[in-house]
């Protein structure tokens, strides 16, 4: 392991913060870990990746196979050790992406002096096979950020139909609820209904019957009130049919 390993900075998003710079031996493996503030404050780096880019030889590249962890606020990055195979001077440039949009958030820049090892080749070249050159990346970038985009547009989509389900789930029950309400007052309207019919029933009934009863008064010659009383005029005399 290198001496140079875990080297820890502070960065913040807000303010100015001062260039990094250090130096290394050839085929170092550097890692750096930044804690990302936010106006001093721990920075939320959730949804965010990253990206490491070096200039060497003025020309720039992304390191492809770099070991980026984000963990709360803290930014780990392992370079390979290709980075450092060749002295001379390094330019990192650690950029911070959103995935959900893959737009940058911000970078920050890291200078290294890469010295010579006693047995390192003198060719200052990075080897193509382990870095891609910036320039080819812009169509696969454009790529991604459509793909983002249509599963960002889909996923809206879902949550829209998901809801719209919901609502209708909410009307359906509402309805079903009004129904049942319905239901049950049509059915007691119907059943005091009944209790009326019955009652009338009874009540016409006993009507016929005293009805009856005069007329088999009437049939013997004798006129009853509705207690069973002979009828009687203003002479107290009973009437007789």
């Given amino acids: 392991m290198s001496i140079f390993d875990s080297l820890s900075f502070d960065i913040d998003l807000k303010l100015e913060n001062s260039p990094i710079y250090y130096k290394c031996k050839q085929n170092d493996t550097i890692t750096f870990s930044f804690n990302v503030y936010d106006n001093g404050v721990s920075a939320d780096l959730t949804g965010f990746s990253c990206i490491l880019n070096v200039n060497k030889a003025n020309m720039g590249y992304e390191i492809r196979d770099t070991d980026i962890i984000i963990t709360s606020n803290n930014i780990r990055v392992k370079c390979p050790s290709s980075t450092t195979q060749f002295s001379g001077d390094l330019k990192f440039e650690i950029k911070l992406i959103d995935r959900i949009n893959n737009l940058q958030k911000t970078s920050?820049?890291?200078?290294?002096?890469?010295?010579?090892?006693?047995?390192?080749?003198s060719n200052g070249n990075i080897p193509s096979v382990i870095i891609t050159p910036l320039e080819h990346l812009d169509e696969s970038l454009n790529q991604i950020a459509g793909k983002i985009a249509e599963a960002n547009a889909m996923n809206t989509t879902l949550i829209n139909t998901k809801n719209s389900a919901d609502n209708t789930n909410t009307i359906l029950n509402a309805t079903i609820s009004a129904a049942k309400n319905t239901m049950n007052n049509l059915n007691n309207a119907i059943g005091e209904g009944n209790n009326v019919i019955d009652k009338l029933a009874?009540?016409?009934?006993?009507?016929?019957?005293w009805i009856g009863s005069i007329v088999?008064?009437?049939?013997?010659?004798?006129?009853?009130?509705?207690?069973?009383?002979?009828?009687?005029?203003?002479?107290?005399?009973?009437?007789?049919?």
């Fill in 108 to 121: 920050f820049d890291v200078f290294v002096k890469v010295q010579n090892s006693i047995l390192a080749s």
């Fill in 202 to 209: 009874n009540t016409n009934w006993a009507y016929i019957e």
């Fill in 216 to 241: 088999e008064k009437l049939a013997i010659g004798t006129l009853d009130d509705e207690n069973g009383t002979p009828l009687v005029d203003e002479n107290n005399e009973q009437f007789i049919g």
